[in-house]
């Protein structure tokens, strides 16, 4: 199956900080890549969605000045924690999308933990 | 909202017990289904789906029926074994422009040899 790299799988960081978290996928182009947050014990929460070379589209209540997306390319989209605090300490999953099928390939998640 | 409701974990089987995980969904259309597994470590992974009722997804072992009337989704394998031990996901798609994915809260398996 296709494979969707992410980098780091865990950062520690300072409170005040900017931590940027890199998606891949490697064999496949993702026309379409979207971020998810994970809560303990709860479910896949998507924070955004984003096409390559467009702007992404948000979920409501996520802070689009916060979480700045970015996908200049069909194989990496980038989610950049802008000023990271406490609260922002969370699991943060990608995956990519193809255009048919409705399938998404996921990678294997960022664990951020803000001190 | 469309949403997906899948039972509460953790599941605790013995190696070849039969295994029933719930999923019932909420949607206004006709939305696609799809069951996903998290092993430890990794990333979500997709288990099967099924596109429309009465559609049978079925990979490794696991099934699960599209149940429009009980708008239900159930995943289910005869004989559990220890390395099926993950995180299962239940989720819905719209199938709108964005492709958009709707996840329960997942269902911890935890098979003992």
């Known amino acids: 199956g296709a494979v969707v790299s992410q980098h780091p799988s865990w950062v520690i960081c300072k409170s005040g900080t900017s931590v940027k978290i890199e998606c891949r996928s490697l064999d496949f182009q993702a026309t379409t890549m979207f971020w998810y947050r994970q809560f303990p014990k709860q479910s896949l929460m998507l924070m955004a969605t984003?096409?390559?070379?467009?702007?992404?589209?948000?979920e409501q209540g996520v802070e689009k000045d916060k979480f700045l997306i970015n996908h200049a390319s069909l194989t990496l989209s980038t989610l950049t924690v802008t000023s990271a605090h406490p609260e922002d300490s969370s699991f943060y999953i990608c995956?990519?999308?193809?255009?048919?099928?409705?399938?998404?390939?996921f990678g294997a998640g960022t664990r951020l933990s803000v001190l | 909202g469309d949403s997906v409701t899948q039972m509460e974990g953790p599941v605790t089987l013995s190696e070849e017990a039969f295994l029933t995980i719930n999923c019932t969904y909420t949607a206004t259309g006709y939305p696609s289904l799809f069951w996903y597994v998290q092993y430890p470590g990794e990333g979500l992974q997709l288990l099967l789906k099924?596109?429309?009722?009465?559609d049978k997804g079925s990979n490794k072992g696991f099934e699960a029926t599209y149940r429009k009337e009980t708008t239900s989704f159930h995943l289910e394998k005869g004989s559990v074994q220890v390395s099926d031990s993950a995180v299962y996901f239940c989720?819905?798609?719209?199938?709108?422009?964005?492709?958009?994915?709707?996840f329960g809260t997942g269902t911890l398996l935890a098979v003992q040899p």
């Open positions: 989720a819905l798609s719209d199938g709108g422009a964005t492709n958009k994915l709707i």
């Open positions: 995956s990519g999308g193809l255009a048919a099928g409705n399938i998404q390939y």
């Open positions: 099924a596109t429309k009722a009465d």
């Open positions: 984003s096409n390559e070379g467009s702007k992404a589209t948000y």
